[in-house]
Structure formats: C-alpha cells, structure tokens
C-alpha cells in the first residue's frame, strides 16, 4: 500500500463564527492510499483552534509508512501503529483511517454501512447549522437552509435569546443549540436550558467550558432537555469521563481518529445508556460521506459541513427531504469531481 497526501483549503460561503472566533476558510489534507491500483479516499479537516495544520499533517503523514504491511483487511493492526507514531494529530490519523476504509470497503465492493450491518433506511435527519450573526444575516440563513427540518444555532454570546427569537420569528422547526463552552454561571446555563426546551429545542451542546466538569454535572442533572459532549470528548477514552456528567456525547471522525474508533465510541457510548450525535467540522464530501455510514445508528446528526463550503471536490452522501441519503458506492461511498491535485 502507499500513501500520498496534498494540502488544499476549503472556502466557506459564509464567515462563520462561533462563541470563541470568526474564520472564512479552513486547511484541509487530502490523502489517497493506493493498492493494487485501487484507490480509497481519505480527509484530514483542521480548523486552527485545534492545534494541527498543513505542517503538522505533513510531518506526521511522511512518518506513515504502509508499504510494511501487505493485508489492507489489519485495520485494527495498521491504526493501532499509526496511532503510536506521535500524541495527538487526530485529524491527521482520521485522513489515514478514511482512505483505509474507504480502500478496504472498495476491495469488500461493498459500503462500509453494509459492512457494519447497519440499515441504509435509517439515517437520521441532519441539523444545517447557522453561525452567531446579526438578526438579518440569520434570517437570510435560515431561508437558505429550507430544505432541512432541523436547524442548530451556536450560542455562547450576550445575544443568545436574540439569536432564537429571531430564529423563531421566521420557522417553527425544531432546534438544536451549540454553546461551544461559552456559558460560564452553572446558573444562567440552567435557565437557558429550560428556556430552550420551551422553544422546542432538541438538546443542548456543550453549555459549559470542558474543564468545569462540577457545573456541567450540574446541568445536565437540571437541564430538562440533554446534554451532549463535544469539546469534552474527543476519543473513545474520554468517555468514562463523560458518564455521569453528560446525557450524550457528539463524535466527530476529525476528533476519534476516523472511523474505527468513531464505531467503537458509539458502541460504548449505547452500552452506557447515552445519547449519540455524529458531528463534523468543516470538511468535503468525503468525510462527511465517511462519518454518514455511522449515521444509522446515531440519534441525531450534524453532518452540514460540505454544505457550508464553495469548494467541495467530492461527491458522495447526498441529503434528500432533509436526511442523509447513502450512496450504494463502495468503501465510504465517494466519487472525486475533479483532478485538481
Ligand atoms: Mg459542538
């Protein structure tokens, strides 16, 4: 097997904002391991808060050596050494696990949801998700995403209530919320969290930062709506920390590692009695369409990020009457639209 990768950057359509910063475009790695002339597709995304960039990737994907290894079907061998390359690099791991089990499902000439045994019929809905904005912008968006029957709004600022009111002044359908840790008063997370539920909000994100594990305890246990993990966890460890203090957890491919760990999280997660929400960051077709053959056995899903993006270069998972809609294709069900690298 050999591996290749190229840095590209994704245009967003809109600046998106979130409680901690503002930003317009978003690094990405594109990788491809080959075998046997057969190419399976993978996507590191790397929004800078999280530490990694083209430069980190790049070291970190050079020090990957597949031609070692001769069985493509050792996945759980192959991630296993990747994963003790260096700390860290998730994003940069999830392109290799992606391109694998993209490679892997293609030589199977089957979907990784078959693969999986999960049922195609039933994904879930997906939230399209508006950043915090001014009342006229968030109007403008909310019309541009009609066609999806849930819409999650990212909270954190001073206008919380304003970014709802005006979501509710133009649509009645259900919402999710995102804090983004930007709530610091366990009290004022509480309120909003009843006052959520009275706007048919579906659950609530985050409320509080990650370190303040007493005060998001706290709110879950009086939050009459759930609340979900996403800063707090990012692999299949963190989730014994999550038990208890959380009602689910969000995963994200670009957080787990891909999709192995993804699977795994999400089995552990069920097993424990809690929610699962499948997240993304901002990211082409091609995770999407990987982190979407997790989507059947999911609660909810935040799968919109090659929807925010000008430059998708792949096409794959589609969204149909506002669900995700697999592909037949095999692996992680991706077609590349252009030769631009
Ligand atoms: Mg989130």
Redesign the pocket.
């Known amino acids: 097997m050999k591996l290749s990768f190229h840095p590209h950057t994704l245009e967003l359509k809109h600046v998106f904002t979130v409680a901690e910063m503002s930003r317009s475009t978003t690094p990405i790695m594109l990788t491809e391991i080959e075998h046997e002339g057969i190419v399976g597709y993978g996507e590191a995304s790397m929004p800078p808060y999280l530490g990694e960039s083209h430069k980190t990737a790049a070291e970190f994907l050079s020090k990957v050596d597949l031609s070692k290894y001769e069985n493509p079907f050792e996945l759980e061998t192959i991630l296993t050494d990747i994963d003790t390359i260096a700390p860290g690099n998730c994003a940069a791991k999830a392109s290799v696990d992606i391109a694998l089990h993209d490679l892997v499902g293609k030589l199977l000439n089957k979907p990784w949801y078959d693969i999986l045994g999960f049922d195609k019929n039933k994904t879930p809905h997906i939230s399209f998700t508006i950043g915090i904005d001014t009342p006229e912008v968030v109007r403008r968006k909310v019309k541009e995403g009609e066609e999806y029957k849930i819409i999650k709004v990212k909270l954190g600022k001073e206008n919380d209530k304003e970014m709802i009111e005006t979501i509710r002044s133009v649509t009645d359908r259900p919402l999710t919320a995102?804090a983004?840790q930007g709530w610091k008063d366990r009290n004022y997370a509480v309120e909003m969290a009843h006052y959520l539920k009275e706007k048919d909000v579906l659950y609530l994100?985050?409320p509080m930062p990650k370190e303040d594990v007493e005060g998001n305890a706290y709110v879950t246990e009086h939050s009459p709506i759930p609340t979900i993990a996403?800063e707090a966890v990012q692999r299949l460890a963190d989730l014994k920390n999550a038990h208890g203090v959380y009602s689910g957890i969000?995963i994200k491919l670009m957080k787990s590692t891909g999709m192995r760990e993804a699977h795994k999280m999400l089995l552990l997660a069920r097993a424990l009695g809690m929610k699962v929400m499948i997240?993304c960051m901002t990211e082409t077709s091609c995770a999407i369409s990987a982190a979407s053959q997790l989507s059947p056995m999911v609660d909810w899903a935040d799968l919109d990020g090659n929807l925010l993006i000008k430059n998708d270069i792949f096409s794959g998972t589609k969204i149909v009457d506002g669900r995700l809609k697999l592909s037949n294709k095999p692996g992680i069900g991706v077609t590349k639209k252009q030769r631009t690298l």
Do not use: A
Request: aromatic content about 0%; overall charge negative; charged content about 45%.
């Open positions: 995102d983004n994100e985050q996403d969000n997240g």
